[in-house]
């Protein structure tokens, strides 16, 4: 096709504008944006992301007061663990010193019974030796008795001989017999000892409680082992006579 100037400039330029014509904005196009709708879907989003955000925040206070009320049961466990702890402590040392108190009762009981035990031993054999002992005396007082009745009744049998010969000897020896204060002893009381003086007198006590006569005192003090052999002689021949002679001799010699 063969090229117009007249054609190409009647295409590239527009029309002259008249008065009555529209403008170019009235004659763009109309465009819906859906402004309203957009601005409705936002309200609703930030509605559901206010519930959203609320519903996280109670969510959180919940869990958060949750959290602590939590904590706050796990520190009440733990203090009361920790008590009951203390209390158990406290009750295994009680429980520790009873049992320390029973073993020290335990063994102090053990040793009382074992001195208990010792004591009575002890007191057993005493008793058996005292037994033994006791034994043993009742003999010997048996004997003793015995032999008293045995010297009794030859006392007895010797009474009516020796009543007129202590008479007659009480006259020969210038002797009187008194009582020494016992029925087992005799006071002999001799006069006319002394040369120089026949008021002086000297005495002696015999002892007739035993088997074997003895002298308890005498007065002037003459020589024992003299008055041990007359007692000897007295003892073997039961011949008082020939004892007060030699009595008064003895007495006799000491005042020569």
């Excluded at 196009?29 to 519903?55: A, Q, S, V």
Aim: proline share 3%; net charge neutral.
């Amino acid at each position: 096709m063969a090229f117009e100037p007249s054609l190409s400039s009647s295409i590239v330029r527009p029309p002259l504008a008249s008065a009555d014509a529209p403008s170019m904005a009235e004659s763009l196009p109309n465009i819906n944006f859906g402004f309203e709708d957009l601005r409705d879907r936002m309200n609703k989003f930030t509605i559901r992301f206010d519930e959203f955000i609320e519903k996280g925040r109670k969510r959180v206070l919940e869990e958060r007061n949750q959290f602590r009320m939590n904590v706050a049961e796990l520190q009440e466990d733990q203090r009361m663990r920790k008590k009951d702890i203390e209390i158990l402590s406290l009750k295994s040392n009680t429980h520790a010193q009873v049992l320390q108190k029973e073993s020290q009762e335990t063994s102090e009981m053990h040793t009382a019974i074992t001195a208990v035990t010792a004591q009575r031993d002890a007191r057993a054999t005493a008793r058996d030796r005292l037994r033994g002992q006791i034994s043993e005396t009742q003999k010997l007082i048996t004997q003793r008795l015995n032999a008293q009745k045995e010297h009794a009744r030859h006392l007895d049998s010797q009474a009516h001989f020796n009543a007129p010969e202590l008479e007659f000897w009480q006259d020969y020896l210038c002797l009187r017999i008194e009582g020494a204060g016992g029925n087992d002893r005799i006071k002999f009381v001799f006069s006319h000892v002394d040369g120089r003086n026949w008021e002086k007198e000297a005495w002696f006590e015999l002892g007739m409680g035993k088997r074997e006569y003895e002298v308890l005192q005498y007065r002037p003090k003459i020589e024992t082992e003299k008055v041990d052999k007359a007692v000897d002689r007295l003892s073997d021949s039961r011949d008082l006579g020939v004892f007060l002679k030699d009595m008064r001799e003895l007495f006799v010699d000491f005042y020569k």
